[in-house]
């Protein structure tokens, strides 16, 4: 079905387990919120403790993109691989990725544990937002190896074209993660109450677990499996593999570090603002995974095509991507409108932060459709190993567009709150504007390996 079955069918066969996985991974943050907003009965400030992981977000998404863009390289190599039918550059491809990350997240943890002060006092948060903030990323950071297990091995099956595997083991991960928050945040069956930093130590069990079981299943499940002699990294291979991950890996830091400055921006305007965005921030974060499911199908359905040669066929997969993400994300950002109050008074009691919510999902929520585009876009350039486009995207969306124009409407023109909503809403507009633009020439449509199969004369034309 990826190589010539119908496109839109394939989308979602494809696409549910992934949007399934996604949806797990975001309950992570969801379930943080919603029981950290109910620790009033320990003393604590909800308002302030639903804000203090709203700071790890960037730090820790900041240090994750270092290394994560090696996972765009392993579903790129690995899917065309697949596609022109080398299965054994399928293993090996799926062997490095796995032992370079495994070496880069050990290295990540200890510099983001070392640097987590430093960089909570550089973004200016508040004093008290950082002595809950501070223990809470520490614990993160701890659970990164882990993390980043799942992550590879989910990214090294999505290129094969294997997306039910990590949905079950995500779905397991946050399961217990759902069974844990609310005994380590409160101190349930005896055990002390850890608050904050309890919902920090929860992740880390159940991502701990997680990260195990997908290292077993690499070398002993009935999907895709490699051999222990995959995992010794060859010279050849690693420089492929850097060649197309670094350019992903820089720009997803460069859009970190921009998610960093702008939650500064955040920071400094109140914890009431901080708040709304924590809690509007994972709202939205939801309905990413239609984004991430049908964006991540299309990265594998491209690049199998590509390496079985199937240019005209891409195409068609990414043109009916763009479509499908943009109908259903209206339709999302629609229902934000209508619910947008509703929706925050789930999470917090708090009416300041009630009222705010409202603003943001009226104002940034309308747009989302618009960062469904632009993730196709980038999609089209990753599944083809052509990551400087997507590096060049990304850098644009952030750092061309989203903080200037925040910190032009928030600060200089002194519009608050509302000045920072506005400007992410224009940084996504127009950054989709641009990616449609880029993605139309037609430059991405050629595959990333040497290895190439007979096919038909139809399968390449319309290059």
């Known amino acids: 079905m990826i190589l010539r079955g119908p496109i839109a069918k394939t989308l979602f066969i494809l696409g549910w387990p992934m949007m399934l996985t996604q949806f797990f991974q975001m309950a ?12 009033g009965s320990l003393g604590l400030n909800p308002v302030e403790a639903v804000a203090a ?5 960037p730090i820790v998404f900041l240090f994750i993109s270092l290394a994560s863009g090696l996972s765009v390289a392993g579903v790129a190599l690995v899917a065309q691989y697949t596609g022109a039918k080398d299965e054994e550059e399928v293993k090996k491809s799926a062997g490095q990725v796995m ?12 510099v983001g544990i070392l640097a987590t002060d430093t960089v909570l006092n550089f973004m200016g948060a ?5 002595e809950l903030a501070s223990p809470y990323i520490k614990v993160i ?3 990164m190896p882990f993390m980043f297990m799942m992550m590879t091995y989910a990214a090294i099956l999505r290129g094969w074209g294997d997306m039910k595997t990590p949905m079950y083991i995500a779905a397991f991960s946050v399961i217990l993660n759902i069974v844990l928050d609310p005994i380590l945040i409160f101190g349930w069956g005896g055990l002390p109450a850890y608050g904050v930093t309890g919902a920090a130590l929860a992740t880390l069990i159940s991502r701990s677990i997680g990260g195990f079981i997908c290292f077993y299943l690499l070398f002993r499940g009935k999907s895709l499996t490699i051999k222990w002699s995959h995992l010794k990294l060859e010279k050849e291979k690693v420089i492929q593999i850097f060649k197309i991950g670094i350019p992903a890996s820089v720009g997803q830091a460069m859009v970190a570090f921009g998610f960093v400055i702008l939650m ?3 920071a400094q305007t109140s914890t009431v603002v901080l708040a709304t965005y924590g809690v509007g921030n994972r709202v939205i974060n939801m309905v990413f995974v239609i984004t991430g499911g049908l964006t991540g199908a299309a990265m594998t359905m491209i690049g199998q095509n590509l390496g079985a040669n199937k240019i005209k066929r891409a195409g068609k997969v990414l043109n009916t991507t763009m479509a499908l993400t943009a109908i259903l994300l209206f339709m999302c950002s629609t229902t934000f409108y209508i619910f947008r109050k509703p929706i925050f008074e789930l999470f917090i009691n708090d009416r300041e932060v009630i009222e705010e919510g409202g603003r943001f999902l009226m104002i940034f ?27 060049i995207l990304g850098i644009i969306r952030l750092w061309g567009l989203r903080v200037p124009l925040v910190f032009l409407l928030a600060f200089y023109m002194d519009w608050g709150a509302t000045g920072i909503w506005v400007g992410m809403m224009l940084s996504n507009v127009i950054s989709a504007l641009v990616a449609i633009a880029w993605v139309s020439r037609g430059t991405w449509k050629v595959p990333v390996i040497d290895k190439k199969i007979s ?6 034309t319309n290059v």
């Not at 309308?366 to 990753?382: E, K, N, P, T």
């Open 28 to 39: 992570y943050n969801l379930i943080d919120t919603y029981w950290l907003g109910k620790t």
């Open 53 to 57: 992981p709203s700071l790890a977000w």
């Open 99 to 110: 032992g370079l990350l495994t070496l880069m997240s050990i290295v990540i943890c200890f």
């Open 126 to 130: 508040d004093p008290a937002l950082i």
């Open 141 to 143: 950071f701890v659970s």
């Open 264 to 266: 500064g921006f955040v």
């Open 365 to 391: 929520g309308m747009s989302i459709l618009f960062f469904g585009v632009f993730g196709s876009a980038q999609s089209a350039f990753q599944a083809s190993g052509q990551t400087v486009p997507s590096m």
């Open 455 to 460: 096919t038909k004369p139809s399968d390449v």
